[in-house]
């Protein structure tokens, strides 16, 4: 079963001919970029966001993973922070974040010649209230770890099994997160979050 689920994994990526992957560093984006380097090599990029509500602690470490997995990886900075609905912190605060994300992301795909921008949700997510999601279909982004129906479970039993060091990575929220809906989120308050954690 996991076995199947593997090969779907992989032929999915393989269909999409050239890929780039939002890569967070944690252990679905790095089993979608571990697998998208292994099925079309040069074709696969993987692209790390970097803002304020992404921990300085973590970036060190994801450009470690993509150092080792030999997949090229590239830095952008994301500008959600300028957007006064994303600050807002509404309950719907993750859509601004992934639009600004996946806008960005579907742009540097079309200008560089890459067909596919894929992220890591995975089957589980999907009973989940994650309004990102919606930003991700707006941008026409594909989740390979979902069409192959991938669970958590076998996500960390296929990431063990190609020793990648996230395979038991907790899952990790942005800092915003950290702030009830409602209250307003401002660069000092993910930088106090950011320096305590």
């Known amino acids: 079963m996991l076995a199947t689920k ?77 957007n006064p609905s994303y600050t807002a912190n509404a309950s719907n605060r993750c859509y601004y974040c992934k639009s600004e994300l996946y806008g960005q992301l579907r742009r540097l795909a079309e200008h560089e010649g890459y067909e596919w921008v894929a992220d890591g949700f995975n089957a589980d997510d999907e009973g989940d209230y994650r309004p990102g999601v919606q930003a991700g279909r707006e941008n026409a982004v594909r989740s390979p770890l979902k069409e192959a129906s991938l669970t958590k479970t076998d996500i960390r039993a296929i990431a063990q099994e190609l020793d990648l060091p996230v395979w038991n990575k907790p899952a990790l929220a942005c800092l915003s997160s950290r702030f009830p809906y409602g209250h307003v989120i401002t660069l000092e308050k993910l930088t106090r979050v950011d320096q305590a954690e």
Not at 45 to 62: D, G, K, M
């Open 6 to 82: 593997y090969e779907t994994l992989q032929s999915t990526l393989t269909s999409m001919n050239s890929v780039v992957v939002a890569y967070s560093g944690g252990v679905d984006s790095a089993l979608v970029a571990a697998v998208a380097l292994q099925m079309l090599d040069e074709r696969a990029l993987a692209v790390t966001a970097i803002s304020p509500s992404y921990p300085s602690y973590e970036l060190q470490e994801t450009k470690e993973l993509a150092e080792r997995l030999g997949i090229r990886h590239r830095l952008i900075n994301t500008q959600e922070m300028d």
